[in-house]
């Protein structure tokens, strides 16, 4: 199973990935998580995506395109996958079809959590208090939301448009709402 996971900043998107990596065992790969890896690193590309990354802002798409069509011929990737932050704009989107098509492979679902955008920021106020990170500052993430509808929103109008969105109420315990995915995925 290959699927692209979506929602705002703090829908809770990373929690759920970890219970479908699981119960389907799928390789969970995460964007942010693999970019924040390179920067500890401080590897060329790490370097690259830092400036962009604290401030709350997207990095480029042809580094996202190149990061990803490398890591997705990984034969670990051979079982499925779920894409975490990834495809985030619709030149993303496009690039990710182009690289499965050269594979002969295609997507089974994009899954989109969707809430309430004031129920997300105090969310995420209270993740920046624990997790360190540092674009979970109220500033910080009003712009990833912003930079969210802005250019990553028009990709659910692409997954729309190719039968292939499943929207999911992402308020409720996280029982619920894995619950609410794991029916879609296996109906
Ligand atoms: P969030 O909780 O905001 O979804 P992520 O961990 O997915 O956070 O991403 C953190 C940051 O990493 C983003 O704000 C962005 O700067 C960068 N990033 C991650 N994935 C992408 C992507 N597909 N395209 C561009 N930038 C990305």
């Not at 798409?61 to 990803?68: A, I, P, S, V």
Request: with cysteine; proline share 4%; hydrophobic share 35%.
């Amino acid at each position: 199973m290959r699927i692209v996971l979506m929602g705002p900043p703090g829908a809770g998107k990373g929690t759920q990935a970890a219970l479908l990596e699981n119960k389907y065992n799928l390789i969970h790969l995460s964007t942010g998580e693999i970019l924040r890896k390179e920067i500890k690193e401080d590897s060329s590309l790490g370097h690259q995506a830092k400036t962009f990354m604290d401030k709350g802002q997207l990095v480029p798409d042809t580094l996202l395109l190149e990061m990803m069509e490398r890591r997705l011929k990984n034969p670990d990737c051979d079982g499925g996958y779920l894409l975490d932050g990834f495809p985030r704009t619709i030149p993303q989107a496009e690039g990710l079809a182009v690289s499965l098509d050269k594979l002969d492979l295609s997507l089974d679902y994009a899954i989109s959590l969707f809430a309430d955008e004031l129920e997300l920021v105090y969310r995420l106020v209270l993740r920046g208090k624990n997790s360190g990170r540092s674009d979970d500052t109220p500033d910080v993430i009003r712009d990833r939301q912003r930079i969210y509808w802005e250019h990553t929103a028009p990709v659910l109008g692409f997954y729309r448009s190719k039968g292939l969105l499943k929207e999911i109420d992402g308020i409720g315990s996280i029982d619920e709402v894995f619950n609410r995915i794991v029916d879609v995925v296996e109906k």
